[in-house]
């Protein structure tokens, strides 16, 4: 099972960090499949700029439908309520925007903390 399709699947009991994730997917591997804590971290990286580019394309969507009823507005006495509700789209798709700016960015943290502690040598 690729990295891809089974990361993805653990985190149905809650957020997790990678080190955790990776323990629970080597235990749900039986072991045979050995993650390098980079392969998981790199993972949740391209998971979060995936979801990024789907924000991003809403929000796009939004702005141009929001710059629609704008240009209507004063010929149609609804728009106001319509543009109303696509503002509050577009407020929560930059919400959601900053948010994974901001999952990012721990990811990386935690990447780095992970990578500087120092690895258990195995007893021979």
Request: proline letters at 8%.
């Amino acid at each position: 099972m690729p990295i891809r399709h089974g990361l993805p699947a653990l985190p149905t009991a809650g957020p997790r960090y990678g080190s955790r994730l990776r323990t629970e997917f080597e235990a749900r591997t039986g072991g045979t499949w050995p993650l390098d804590i980079g392969q998981v971290y790199t993972r949740l990286g391209r998971l979060r700029r995936a979801q990024r580019r789907h924000v991003a394309r809403a929000l796009h969507d939004h702005v141009r439908r929001r710059a629609e009823a704008l240009a209507r507005a004063p010929e149609h006495p609804g728009e106001p309520a319509r543009l109303l509700v696509l503002e509050q789209l577009v407020f929560q798709d930059e919400a959601e925007v900053r948010r994974l700016d901001h999952c990012e960015a721990r990811l990386l943290r935690f990447a780095r903390e992970e990578e500087a502690l120092p690895r258990e040598q195995p007893e021979a």
